[in-house]
Structures are given as C-alpha cells and as structure tokens.
C-alpha cells in the first residue's frame, strides 16, 4: 500500500470514527465501490447518505478529485474534506455533493488533466457543516412547546 492509499484510509476511518461519534451507524464500504467510501445512516434508517472522502498528509488549499465529481450530485451524496495535522484534530469539511459539482476546478497539464476541489469554494471555512447529516436519531428537530411549564 503507498502512501497515498495510507492516508486515504487514514481519512475514510477517522470521518467514520466522527460520524459515529456523532451517533450514526456507519459502514466502510469496498475499495472498489465507485464514488463512496462510507455509507452513514440514522439510528432510524430513515435517512442515508453515501460519503466520499478526501484527505490530504498535511493542510493543504485544495482536494483532488475525480473526473465524476461533476456529474456526481444527489441530495443524498456527500463529501468529506480531511486535512490531517499529524497529532492535532484534523480539520474536517462537510459539503454537499452539488456544491461541489458546481465549484470542480480542471486543470489540464502536460501531464495530464486534474480536477480538485478548492477550500475557497467553501462557503465558510472555518465551519466543519457536520449538521448536512441531520438528527443521528432520525427524528425531526423537535420544537420546545411553547405551553410546557406555563402555570395560569
């Protein structure tokens, strides 16, 4: 395995690792599954989301990305930007899989062409936007009642 498998495997464990902390149930998927490396659910199973993720060795200003990612959009699909800081907590980037489609850079070299995703193409950098996933328990936000605690 090269370095780059290592540190993408290294990204797709810690997002899991996060995800489940959060409180979602998350499976890795196959290495050879096309466009998502994880597939998180509510405890519920009512909603589901397949995660591409990213991960650059070291802070970076940009992701590399594949050729789909542009045609690659679905309400459920969603991407996981990973810097990783060597000891420190990596710095995590939740997007939308058509925010990205709309914000793909290409780039053609004589060495070929490459796509990537640039950070300033967030919308707010310093968020993380783990909230895209929603309730972990699959319920609605519930609003306080307004009633509850009232005496007359």
């Known amino acids: 395995m090269n370095i780059q498998q290592k540190t993408g495997m290294q990204g797709v464990y810690l997002v899991a690792a996060e ?7 998350v ?18 199973c009512k909603k589901a989301w397949s ?3 990213k991960t650059n060795k070291q802070v970076a200003t940009f992701w590399l990305l594949n050729k ?3 045609e690659l959009i679905s309400d459920s699909h ?12 990596p710095e995590y980037h939740v997007v939308r899989s058509e925010e990205v489609a709309n914000a793909v ?9 490459w796509y990537s995703f640039d950070r300033r193409s967030l919308a707010n950098p310093k968020a993380e936007r783990w909230e895209i996933f ?10 306080p009642d307004p009633s509850a605690g009232a005496t007359d």
């Open 19 to 25: 995800l489940t902390y959060k409180g979602f149930i």
């Open 105 to 113: 850079c290409v780039e053609t070299t004589p060495s070929g062409v």
């Open 51 to 53: 995660v591409q993720v």
């Open 68 to 70: 789909h990612a542009k």
């Open 78 to 89: 969603v991407y996981v930007f990973v810097n990783l800081k060597g000891n420190e907590r």
């Open 27 to 44: 499976s890795v998927t196959s290495r050879s599954a096309f466009g998502a490396d994880l597939l998180a659910t509510d405890q519920s």
């Open 134 to 143: 929603e309730n972990p328990k699959g319920e609605p936000e519930s609003e």
